[in-house]
């Protein structure tokens, strides 16, 4: 018995069918699927040159045109590895939004999203 004929008549099983199935998507899935959970909105180092208030001027090259908010967030202060960061939600001129934060204890710039 040739093998195709062999699997068409078990096409009806429940086991043959969850196992071409999964044949089949592992097939069609895009690659980051298949990697598993990934986190959102992880920070990323951005080049921020900032005004000695510690507003930022430029982000990435790119002349900052407004500040829409600014918030500092303390957190872990009982710990060892306390947590110092001061937001900046701004537009660039391309008119890009970018929330940026300095982190106070490293003294680097990371953004957000």
């Known amino acids: ?11 009806g099983h429940p086991a043959q069918a969850a196992l071409k ?3 089949t998507l592992s097939f069609c899935r895009e690659p ?11 920070p990323r180092r951005v080049a921020v040159r900032a005004a000695p208030d510690g507003r930022p001027l430029i982000v990435d090259q790119r002349e900052v045109d407004a500040v829409r908010e600014s918030w500092l967030i303390e957190d872990r202060w009982w710990t060892e ?3 110092r960061r001061r ?22 710039w990371w953004r957000q999203r």
């Open 1 to 11: 018995m040739a093998h195709g004929e062999m699997t068409a008549g078990l096409s």
């Open 21 to 23: 199935a999964a044949h």
């Open 32 to 42: 980051w699927l298949m990697a598993g959970p990934r986190r959102l909105s992880v």
């Open 81 to 83: 590895k306390p947590l």
């Open 87 to 108: 937001y900046w939600e701004v537009v660039t001129i391309c008119g890009r939004d970018e929330v940026v934060f300095h982190d106070l204890v490293s003294g680097r």
